[in-house]
């Protein structure tokens, strides 16, 4: 279809719909508080009560004749589809770079913990707990060097390290990586510290922008208005859309496509734009007008030839050269790889990213990498959600205030400006007319204009109607996929939390999640929550959620999936990256430490001609003892013994003490099964548009085992996941077992008999996990498909707070350290 065709001008605005019926009688707005003793919010003749200043109001929409308003509504047109939501670039094996911050100590050298003494315990081993309760990082310098690995001596500043570090410091001040128009959109120079841009002058640039696009017609912006503008307005254009020609936006459709899908971007799926917004969007995008210009000198200094073309060797001796060059140009896991091998292929990768299979790349190339790799930065900032900032509007029917109080609790302590619609009646009522009664809910939209749309059981039946007939087209959260949702639309970000215990709307999984593809990719997320197979003593661990879906109250697991409805980065990365935040922080500190990728993982690796006598080497040729004063020592001690802040889902927590700690270097496993398997599911989320992150899609896990030394002596496949299950009764179905909390593996049959000393052992592991689904005790070994090709990486038990991950590849874990202990 052309791409004038798709541009009615009549069906943009909001509200411009078919002539409905007028209705007399229209609904009355009370604002009250919401809290103790209040009346049923909303209620005609409800008692007035003194607003809170520190709580925020509940708007409440019922039906009363006091302060009616009129109101016309449209006869239930579907609205016009336009655009398509444009999926970002596939980067290959390249990632986003890391901005250069401040740092202490020289190149390579391994930041620092406050150790305090420690040493082999009375018995013999490390200390009981791990290391002491507060771990500060030491003062930067080379006292963070670390007593084992390389030594590294720190090099004079070279003139490329001068121009990198000016980029970079303009990078990481501005919140990190330039963002995608950092070379194209020219904002005036501010007074902030290093040119930055001032946040007045934005604002300022961007009210005139604003101003010139609505020219006064109203304080919101219309989809109509900013592609008009566009059209008609070279200066909104460069602005908004640079590079592109705004007079032929009806004649480029990639032009065209990119106007609408920035249109979503900054609306978030909503029909217009308030300017606040539309502000948001460009400071989020603000950077130094000169950093073109340090990024040109940059490009200067790799261009040894001066020919303003850069062939892969040049890049690969810039990268050698100079170790912020390599900084800024390889992802954080590849920055100190010491391997000629592995560093050509990651230089290799980068430089396939930026030209393809060119012999050369030139100055706009090297800036287009940037401009690319900006957007996937988006979502590795990761900014926190504002929940104090954030309007959620409840449909009151079938959210459970009543029957299911502990659901209302949880929405109301989670910090969001809270508003409700209620005085309207159940649409599963005979004779309902939901045409009457929508309208009750778009005005509450309207009034409301919230960030979320939020509804339960038969309050569902609403929402679908408000897709249906474009009254809402903003993130969503709908707990009890109702039987009228068969279809989500495009573009809107989605979550659907059900459960298999459901007995008022019982849908199977696999029907839900045919569901969940028909919305927009990488914005819908099913949160699951399922039943595990029974155990041989006829016990069933874990049940899944009946109709009040009694899983989202602990762990603040409610106010996690309304979070992630909003984020935009999409639901689902967005609630696993939340899977962290149950860790203890000490803990994770001490796995960014130990590194969430194969090649970081490495960093405490040694060979024979470099053993000493305090790295003694066991009888196992693969095993290596680690110093107990040692740091490496100390970080898998934490990772061991730290607990999680959620309670065990399986019982009570077992004090244990670490006797030994030895770590496993397998080239072979590593090289053949783990690198490879890494690689490829990097490569999986990257082509489904999701950003591949460490420690996200990457775990330090625990592995009992009764056969420890055949796992770790396997040259080529340590784990055999088809073959496994069998001794937890595979309540999951097939695959191998990980544990989130070590005490969960010590607590049950997994270690096999104890040693004649009362010891047992245990591996801990760098499991590269991906995505991952809720576990199905009917599966054989085939995870779910994700996004067509593309299937699961792993299963868990819970995707509120996993403590039990199953991985069905044998190159998804590496065991990384033995520890031998006591409990």
């Known amino acids: 279809m052309a791409a004038a065709a798709r541009l009615p001008s009549a069906h943009f605005d909001a509200g411009m719909m078919p002539p409905g019926p007028t209705y007399t009688q229209a609904p009355a707005v009370y604002v009250t508080p919401q809290g103790p003793g209040s009346p049923s919010p909303g209620a005609p003749g409800g008692r007035a009560l003194p607003m809170n200043p520190s709580q925020p109001p509940v708007m409440s929409v019922g039906s009363g004749p006091c302060g009616a308003f009129p109101g016309s509504m449209g006869s239930g047109m ?117 040119g930055q841009v001032d946040d007045a002058e934005v604002a300022k640039e961007a009210q005139n922008i604003f101003d010139r696009i609505v020219k006064g017609e109203s304080d919101t912006m219309s989809r109509l208005q900013f592609i008009r503008a566009l059209v008609d307005d070279k200066t909104v254009a460069s602005f908004v859309l640079p590079g592109i020609d705004g007079a032929r936006l009806f004649e480029d459709e990639d032009a065209h496509e990119a106007a609408h899908h920035l249109f979503n971007d900054i609306s978030r799926g909503r029909r217009r734009i308030r300017f606040n917004e539309f502000l948001a969007n460009f400071q989020n995008s603000k950077t130094k007008a000169s950093n073109a210009t340090e990024l040109r000198e940059v490009f200067d200094l790799f261009d040894v030839n001066k020919d303003n073309r850069i062939s892969r060797h040049e890049l690969l001796l810039a990268v050698k050269r100079d170790q912020k060059v390599r900084d800024l140009m390889l992802r954080e896991s590849e920055a100190n790889l010491e391997e000629e091998e592995e560093l050509s292929d990651a230089v290799d990768d980068v430089y396939k990213a930026i030209c393809g299979d060119s012999k050369y790349f030139d100055f706009a190339d090297f800036v287009g990498y940037f401009r690319s790799i900006a957007k996937l930065q988006a979502c590795a900032l990761h900014q926190p959600i504002i929940r104090s900032e954030k309007r959620v509007l409840i449909i009151g029917p079938g959210f459970g205030a009543q029957l299911n109080p502990a659901q209302t609790q949880a929405v109301m302590q989670g910090g969001f400006q809270v508003h409700w619609v209620h005085g309207i009646p159940n649409p599963e009522e005979a004779e309902f007319d939901m045409l009457r009664h929508v309208s009750t809910v778009k005005e509450a939209i309207n009034n409301t204009r919230p960030d979320l749309l939020m509804c339960g059981s038969k309050g569902g039946g609403y929402v679908v109607a408000c897709w249906k007939m474009g009254f809402w087209r903003g993130p969503t959260l709908m707990i009890n996929a109702h039987p009228q949702c068969q279809e989500l639309p495009a573009d809107l970000p989605i979550v659907i939390t059900h459960g298999d215990q459901d007995p008022v709307y019982p849908r199977p999984r696999a029907e839900l999640e045919a569901l969940i593809a028909t919305g927009s990719p990488n914005m819908c997320f099913l949160y699951y929550s399922s039943t595990s197979g029974r155990l041989a003593s006829g016990h069933t661990p874990r049940m899944g959620d009946q109709h009040n879906m009694a899983s989202l109250i602990p762990f603040e697991t409610l106010p996690r999936l309304m979070e992630s409805a909003l984020s935009p980065e999409g639901p689902e990365l967005h609630m696993m990256r939340t899977w962290l935040e149950r860790l203890h922080p000490q803990r994770v500190e001490a796995e960014k430490h130990l590194g969430y990728t194969p090649q970081k993982m490495k960093q405490f690796w040694i060979s024979p001609k470099r053993l000493s006598a305090t790295m003694a080497r066991s009888d196992n040729g693969n095993l290596y003892d680690v110093p107990a004063q040692s740091l490496e020592a100390q970080l898998v001690s934490t990772v061991f013994t730290a607990q999680a802040k959620d309670p065990s889902t399986y019982g009570s927590v077992p004090s244990l003490r670490i006797v030994r700690i030895q770590r496993i270097e397998n080239a072979g496993q590593e090289d053949a099964g783990v690198i490879p398997y890494y690689n490829s599911v990097r490569g999986s989320c990257e082509s489904m548009g999701v950003e591949f992150v460490p420690g996200v899609h990457t775990r330090w896990l625990f592995h009992g085992s009764s056969a420890i030394d055949s796992i770790i002596s396997n040259p080529i496949q340590g784990f055999q996941p088809l073959a496994s299950g069998t001794q937890g009764e595979a309540v999951w179905g097939k695959g191998t077992y990980f544990a989130r909390d070590a005490s969960y593996v010590a607590a049950g049959p997994f270690c096999g008999a104890r040693a004649p000393d009362g010891t047992r052992r245990m591996l801990v592991c760098l499991v590269t996990t991906g995505m991952s689904c809720a576990g199905d005790p009917a599966n054989f070994g085939v995870l779910p498909v994700r996004r067509a090709p593309h299937r699961y990486n792993s299963s868990v038990d819970s995707l509120s707070s996993p403590e039990i991950f199953i991985i069905q590849h044998p190159g998804a874990a590496y065991p990384a350290y033995v520890v031998t202990f006591l409990g």
């Not at 901005?99 to 390579?108: K, R, T």
């Not at 305090?116 to 006292?143: F, R």
């Not at 720190?154 to 000016?166: D, K």
């Open 78 to 194: 579907t609205p016009l589809h336009l655009g398509s939501s444009v999926a970002p670039p596939t980067l290959g094996s390249c990632g986003t770079p890391v901005g250069l911050g401040a740092g202490g100590g020289p190149p390579g050298a391994m930041p620092g913990f406050n150790l305090g003494p420690s040493g082999p315990a009375a018995a013999g081993g490390y200390p009981p707990g791990g290391p002491s309760a507060q771990m500060p990082m030491a003062a930067p310098g080379p006292t963070t060097q670390a007593a084992v690995g390389p030594s590294f001596a720190a090099a004079p500043a070279s003139p490329v390290t001068s121009q990198v570090t000016a980029v970079s410091t303009a990078v990481a001040k501005a919140g990190g990586l330039p963002t995608r128009s950092f070379v194209l959109r020219s904002l005036p120079r501010g007074s902030g510290p290093n």
